[in-house]
T-cell receptor, first 115, second 112 residues
Framework: DAGVTQSPTHLIKTRGQHVTLRCSPI?????VSWYQQVLGQGPQFIFQ???????GRGNFPDRFSARQFPNYSSELNVNALLLGDSALYLC??????????????FGDGTRLSIL | QKEVEQNSGPLSVPEGAIASLNCTYS??????FFWYRQYSGKSPELIMS????GDKEDGRFTAQLNKASQYVSLLIRDSQPSDSATYLC????????????FGKGTMLLVSP
């Protein structure tokens, strides 16, 4: 079975631009979460979606937004990019409901570089 | 106090030794605890989950949980050079939510 898939793998943008990252969860998983990982730090939670509804939001500015589609895939959007947005963006999916304690499984990530 | 704390390392052990990785967390109601392994330039890979006090073994890995002390650890027996990676402790803080809070990770170096 396919794991969590993310696209694109790498992306280079300039300050002020907009970016859309995409994620397809493991088949059967309805919960999708997004994390940002900067070099030398652990992943930091951005959003969780379950059944197309936002179920959690981390401490990120409104420039960050996301949505989930009927097939449970998800997009993360970031507007007005800043140099500090350079990071590895990780998508994770898990089985069970949005508040379950099931493990989260990560995709390979999208490495975003802002010039 | 940071919510999930780990020593950043590096922790250096010789091949065949036991590596011990530690993690403390701040919220007493936390219910779910996970260890992820992350190779340089790669994404985190789940290696262990633990939900109850005590030990949980899976092959060369043993996770230990002590909720009273708010402490979770990972032991790696017979360490191999291929175990060299950063190990991330992740906690489902404030039980009832599935979002994870991660520590900064401990880098493990296993020398041949």
């Amino acid at each position: 079975d396919a794991g969590v898939t993310q696209s694109p793998t790498h992306l280079i943008k300039t300050r002020g631009q907009h970016v859309t990252l995409r994620c397809s969860p493991i088949s059967g998983h309805k919960s999708v979460s997004w994390y940002q990982q900067v070099l030398g730090q652990g992943p930091q939670f951005i959003f969780q979606y379950y059944e197309k509804e936002e179920r959690g939001r981390g401490n990120f500015p409104d420039r960050f937004s996301a949505r989930q589609f009927p097939n449970y895939s998800s997009e993360l959007n970031v507007n007005a990019l800043l140099l500090g947005d350079s990071a590895l963006y990780l998508c994770a999916s898990s089985g069970g409901r949005w508040n379950s304690n099931q493990p989260q499984h990560f995709g390979d990530g999208t490495r975003l570089s802002i010039l | 106090q940071k919510e999930v704390e780990q020593n950043s390392g590096p922790l250096s052990v010789p091949e065949g030794a036991i590596a011990s990785l530690n993690c403390t967390y701040s919220d007493r109601v936390s219910q779910s605890f996970f260890w992820y392994r992350q190779y340089s330039g790669k994404s985190p890979e789940l290696i262990m989950s633990i939900y109850s006090n005590g030990d949980k073994e899976d092959g060369r890995f043993t996770a230990q949980l002590n909720k009273a002390s708010q402490y979770v650890s990972l032991l790696i027996r017979d360490s191999q050079p291929s175990d060299s990676a950063t190990y991330l402790c992740a906690v489902n803080l404030r039980g009832g939510y599935s979002t994870l809070t991660f520590g900064k990770g401990t880098m493990l170096l296993v020398s041949p």
